[in-house]
C-alpha cells in the first residue's frame, strides 16, 4: 500500500524547531478528516489566543490540508 499524501507532507515537513512547536497538534494526525481538523483547530486556536504563526508554518497547514482533501477525494473514487 503506497504512503498518503498527507502523511508523507506531514513526515518531510522541513520545518524549524520553532515551526514545529507552533503545529505540534497536527503532526499527530492519524487519517486525512483528522489532520483536516486539526489543521483547522490551529489556525482557529492562534487567531484567538493572538498567537503569530510564521509564513512557514502557515504553508505547512494548507500543504497537509491540501494533501488530505486529495487523499479523502481519492478514497471517493475508489
Given at each position: 500500500?503506497?504512503?498518503?499524501?498527507?502523511?508523507?507532507?506531514?513526515?518531510?515537513n522541513?520545518?524549524?524547531?520553532?515551526?514545529?512547536?507552533?503545529?505540534?497538534?497536527?503532526?499527530?494526525s492519524?487519517?486525512?478528516?483528522?489532520?483536516?481538523?486539526?489543521?483547522?483547530?490551529?489556525?482557529?486556536?492562534?487567531?484567538l489566543?493572538?498567537?503569530?504563526?510564521?509564513?512557514?508554518?502557515?504553508?505547512?497547514?494548507?500543504?497537509?490540508?491540501?494533501s488530505?482533501?486529495?487523499?479523502?477525494?481519492?478514497?471517493?473514487?475508489?
Open positions: 500500500m503506497r504512503m498518503r499524501r498527507f502523511k508523507f507532507t506531514i513526515e518531510k522541513g520545518l524549524r524547531d520553532y515551526d514545529i512547536e507552533n503545529v505540534k497538534y497536527v503532526l499527530g492519524s487519517s486525512p478528516k483528522d489532520a483536516i481538523r486539526r489543521v483547522d483547530k490551529t489556525l482557529k486556536d492562534a487567531k489566543t493572538g498567537k503569530r504563526l510564521s509564513y512557514y508554518a502557515r504553508q505547512f497547514l494548507e500543504a497537509v490540508a491540501i488530505a482533501q486529495t487523499d479523502l477525494y481519492e478514497e471517493e473514487e475508489c
